[in-house]
Nanobody, 120 residues
Framework: QVQLVESGGGLVQPGGSLRLSCAASGSIFRLDAMGWYRQTPGRQRELVATIQSGGSTNYADSVKDRFTISRDNAKNTVYLQMNSLKSEDTAVYYC??????????????WGQGTQVTVSS
C-alpha cells in the first residue's frame, strides 16, 4: 500500500502565497516522478508542475514564474510553493507520484486532494 497525504491548502487573497506539501508513505522502494495537478468542477484534471527524481522540472504555462515545485527525497515529500496567486488558481490540488514498490512493481499514486481558494 502507498499513501499520499497533501496539506497546506486553504483560503488566500489574490496576490498571496501558499505552500502545499505531499508526503508519501507505505511500501516504497523509490519514488520516480512526482507532480501536482488541479481540477475545478466540470473540467478535466490538469497538470500544474512535475519534478523528476533527478530534479528536472516542468510547469504549465499558466503558473510559470509564479509556482515552484521541489522535492525532498529523504522525506519522500514534494512541495509546491505558490506565489502571486490569482482567482483562476482556485481548484482542488492533487499530488501524484510514480512509486516503485518494495515488490519491484510500479504504482501510479494519487493523494486525496486539497482545496485552494483564492478570493478577496
Amino acid at each position: 500500500q502507498v499513501q499520499l497525504v497533501e496539506s497546506g491548502g486553504g483560503l488566500v487573497q489574490p496576490g498571496g502565497s501558499l505552500r502545499l506539501s505531499c508526503a508519501a508513505s507505505g511500501s516504497i522502494f523509490r519514488l520516480d516522478a512526482m507532480g501536482w495537478y488541479r481540477q475545478t468542477p466540470g473540467r478535466q484534471r490538469e497538470l500544474v508542475a512535475t519534478i523528476q527524481s533527478g530534479g528536472s522540472t516542468n510547469y504549465a504555462d499558466s503558473v510559470k514564474d509564479r509556482f515552484t515545485i521541489s522535492r525532498d527525497n529523504a522525506k519522500n515529500t514534494v512541495y509546491l510553493q505558490m506565489n502571486s496567486l490569482k482567482s483562476e488558481d482556485t481548484a482542488v490540488y492533487y499530488c501524484n507520484a510514480g512509486v516503485i514498490t518494495i515488490w519491484n512493481t510500479f504504482k501510479n499514486s494519487w493523494g486525496q486532494g486539497t482545496q485552494v481558494t483564492v478570493s478577496s
